[in-house]
């Protein structure tokens, strides 16, 4: 009897599986089934790929932020000198930097010391920003001890200099070299401050991951960088290390109350919010954008299966006379055209997986073929292109894929189950 069967009986997967393999000529899928499903595979792709490429850079972007700079910075509430400038430099850091590191949750506390110079070897120049800290506290940062590509040891720190890879790219130094450091606040004289330069050895090379940071920054002990900079008995700032960075804030009240009266305080976050905010909107914006992709490539199916109710309206005017329902109907094409979602979907996912998975010799493959250059440092930031596959991101491409899917196949369905067998087989 019509109407009895259960939901997707097996005649009903047997019907559209024989409608889906039949040839061209005798009315099977047709060329827009293909296109669709190529079209779906290739949006599914390109979503995952570039979820995976964002979240990869955000990852990668935010991981060297945390490996080379501080969590939060402590700042002095400054003090009027009898000249009448500000002097902003902590006198007590010993006392405040162990305070700061009894907090429940802060990993280190170091204080440091922060002025600009001018590095020079054999006529070759470049501003450097350095940082003066104890040899302990350097080798606590992840991005500059334990980095793959560095050059030299950090138990020579002491007696030297320690300087980023593009700082020596810059100045062709190699570990063992002496470079020059100009500071125009040096030595104060009857007639005026005079230029202060002193040679260092360069004793460590890192690679912190970031340009920026490989290209500006040296480190020198913090005494010898008092001495350098003026600094006798005091230091610019102290910089402190959590254990949990993402959750940073949580951590502030107590650091207020350590860092006494009138500290002032500056996250990770405020210093690159600007930064990862711009990722989250570039991240929602290009997920609207692939999502509108994966639509049109599912109205796709819709053009195909609509020629293939036309080309099968024999058919049907037969199955609803032989008994079939028109909820069966609705389930046969249903099933052709989800069909053609889900293997679009699957393939998608499979090629989204690999290009994410192999990221590394496939840009290396496109940088050969254009000849280099493809991935400038300098505007990116990072030195390469990074990918990371997370679940949820895969998950977000196969649930948007396969609703769309389904929902723009109900109406072609719908319109095969309406037909009206006398109409289907008047002329037959």
Not at 11 to 32: P, Q, T
Not at 344 to 353: F, I, K
Request: net charge neutral; glycine share 10%; proline share 4%.
């Amino acid at each position: 009897m019509a109407g009895q069967s259960a939901p997707f009986a097996p005649f009903e997967w047997m019907i559209a599986w024989r409608y889906l393999r039949a040839r061209r000529a005798e009315g099977g899928v047709s060329v827009m089934t293909w296109i669709s499903l190529i079209g779906i595979t290739l949006a599914v792709f390109a979503l995952i790929a570039t979820l995976a490429v964002r979240s990869g850079f955000r990852s990668e972007f935010v991981g060297t932020i945390l490996g080379a700079n501080a969590h939060v910075t402590v700042y002095s509430p400054g003090r009027v000198t009898e000249a009448g400038s500000i002097d902003r430099t902590i006198g007590d850091y010993t006392e405040m930097a162990g305070r700061l590191a009894a907090v429940a949750g802060v990993t280190r506390a170091a204080p440091v010391v922060r002025g600009q110079v001018m590095a020079s070897f054999r006529g070759r120049n470049s501003g450097v920003e350095v940082y003066g800290i104890s040899a302990a506290d350097l080798a606590s940062l992840p991005a500059i001890a334990d980095g793959e590509q560095a050059q030299g040891s950090l138990d020579d720190f002491a007696g030297g200099i320690a300087i980023g890879s593009g700082v020596a790219r810059e100045l062709g130094v190699m570990v063992g070299d002496r470079i020059k450091l100009i500071s125009p606040d040096g030595v104060k004289t009857p007639m005026g401050t005079s230029p202060r330069v002193n040679v260092y050895p360069v004793t460590y090379i890192f690679s912190a991951g970031r340009w920026d940071i490989d290209r500006t920054r040296a480190y020198l002990p913090l005494s010898e960088a008092q001495s350098y900079f003026n600094r006798e008995g005091v230091v610019d700032e102290i910089e402190v290390m959590v254990e949990a960075p993402e959750r940073v804030e949580a951590l502030l009240p107590a650091l207020y109350q350590a860092a006494g009266e009138g500290a002032r305080l500056w996250t990770w976050r405020d210093a690159s919010g600007g930064f990862l905010r711009a990722l989250q909107v570039e991240d929602n914006v290009m997920f609207v954008i692939l999502s509108i992709l994966v639509l049109i490539a599912t109205m796709n199916i819709v053009s195909g299966l609509i020629m293939l109710v036309k080309n099968k309206g024999r058919d049907i005017g037969i199955l609803r006379t032989i008994g079939l329902s028109e909820g069966s109907i609705l389930r046969v094409f249903f099933i052709c055209g989800a069909f053609t979602g889900i293997i679009g979907t699957a393939m998608g996912v499979l090629l989204g997986c690999l290009f994410a998975i192999y990221i590394d010799p496939i840009f290396s493959f496109v940088n050969y073929v254009a000849g280099g250059g493809v991935w400038d440092p300098a505007i990116r930031g990072i030195y390469s292109l990074p990918a990371e596959l997370h679940l949820w991101d895969v998950m977000k491409a196969v649930i948007l894929s396969l609703g769309l899917s389904f929902v723009v196949t109900i109406f072609p369905a719908r319109r095969a189950a309406r037909l009206n067998p006398v109409e289907a087989l008047r002329y037959e």
